[in-house]
């Protein structure tokens, strides 16, 4: 009798400067033993690699990897893959689809609109100013309008319709989440902004979606209304954003990621009143929980598959 052989892993190397690049090869090889793992910047003879794992790698990194036939992004957004001119259109490109990471997002974003709900920022500024008072807050009227309904932002749509929320979501194709009004298209999306009162953004960055909260989408939000931005900092218009905080149509604006990051420290954002910050934390990456997928990935790679969760160039996600 004959057994098939098992396809022989390709050559990795993990390029994430500034993260913990030791701590995802150990969870790599504890998921798919045997695998050659390389760190940048010490990878060889780059000749050799055949898979890379990225986030945000340098310009030029992937120089001279004439073997390269998947590109993994570490993270679920891949502008980073299709942005890198060394990534030929022969390389397989893959993305994070994490059920730990979406988790994350979910609880990040559920806590942001509830803070939103109860106005905890207008009860903290009460305490601050010895008010003990009762304040009108939209509890469980505010209406949410999620922008994106894939992994992370159906997800946390359900989670928030579960709540009580009355949640709507928007998407490129038509979709069906439990409990959430799908739309989709200019019609969808000029509905979805007249009735909410919290924007939710969890699309991906791509040339349809940069720049599409900006000063005429912000116009037909109800007057008060909310804005939460998790994805990217390029979908915002910051500018227009300032201005439309400071003419009272839009009530705070909690962001966790900027056009630039880190945040300059003399941007405007840091001591903007309305503005709630975070420093791009709202679903990391965990090496425990994504090796595995990774390892899939990587397996099905050699043995000519596509990966898990792949990234259409055409439509740029
Ligand atoms: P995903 O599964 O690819 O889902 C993207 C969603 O956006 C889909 O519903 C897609 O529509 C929709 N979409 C894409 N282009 C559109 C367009 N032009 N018009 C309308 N809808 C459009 O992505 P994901 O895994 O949920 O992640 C979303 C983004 O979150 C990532 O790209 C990343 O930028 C961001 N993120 C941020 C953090 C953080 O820590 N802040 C962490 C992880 C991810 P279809 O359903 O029709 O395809
Ligand atoms: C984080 O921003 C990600 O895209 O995973």
């Not at 030791?22 to 798919?32: G, I």
């Not at 991906?204 to 599409?212: A, I, K, N, S, Y």
């Not at 900092?233 to 300032?242: I, N, T, Y």
Request: aromatic content about 4%.
């Amino acid at each position: 009798m004959t057994t098939a052989a098992t396809p022989r892993l390709p050559v990795t190397a993990i390029i994430a400067p500034g993260w913990d690049q030791p701590r995802w090869q150990r969870a790599l090889v504890a998921a798919a033993p045997g695998l050659e793992v390389r760190l940048w910047p010490d990878l060889g003879d780059v000749s050799e690699i055949e898979a890379v794992l990225l986030w945000k790698q340098p310009a030029g990194a992937l120089a001279g990897m004439s073997r390269l036939g998947l590109a993994q992004s570490l993270g679920a957004g891949v502008e980073h893959l299709l942005n890198d001119p060394a990534i030929g259109d022969h390389v397989a490109l893959g993305r994070a689809v994490d059920p730990a990471m979406t988790g994350e997002m979910v609880r990040f974003v559920v806590h942001a609109v509830l803070a939103i709900s109860v106005d905890a920022a207008g009860y903290r500024a009460q305490q601050a100013a010895g008010l003990w008072e009762e304040r009108s807050v939209p509890g469980g009227a505010l209406r949410v309008g999620m922008l994106g309904l894939g992994e992370l932002g159906a997800a946390a749509a359900q989670a928030l319709a579960g709540l009580g929320f009355t949640v709507t979501g928007w998407s490129r194709s038509a979709r069906q989440v439990a409990g959430v009004t799908c739309l989709s298209g200019a019609d969808g999306l000029n509905q979805l902004i007249a009735g909410t009162d919290c924007l939710v953004n969890l699309l991906p960055l791509t040339d349809e979606t940069r720049g599409l909260i900006d000063a005429r989408l912000l116009a037909r939000l109800p007057r008060g209304a909310h804005l939460v931005n998790v994805a990217r900092g390029g979908h915002v218009v910051e500018a227009d954003l300032l201005a439309a905080l400071d003419d009272g149509r839009l009530a705070s604006a909690t962001l966790d990621v900027t056009a630039v990051e880190p945040l300059p420290q003399s941007h405007p954002f840091w001591s903007h009143p309305k503005i709630v910050l975070t420093p791009h934390v709202a679903a990391a990456s965990t090496p425990e929980t994504m090796a595995p997928i990774l390892a899939e990935s990587l397996r099905r790679h050699a043995a000519g598959r596509p990966p898990l969760d792949p990234v259409e160039r055409t439509r740029g996600y």
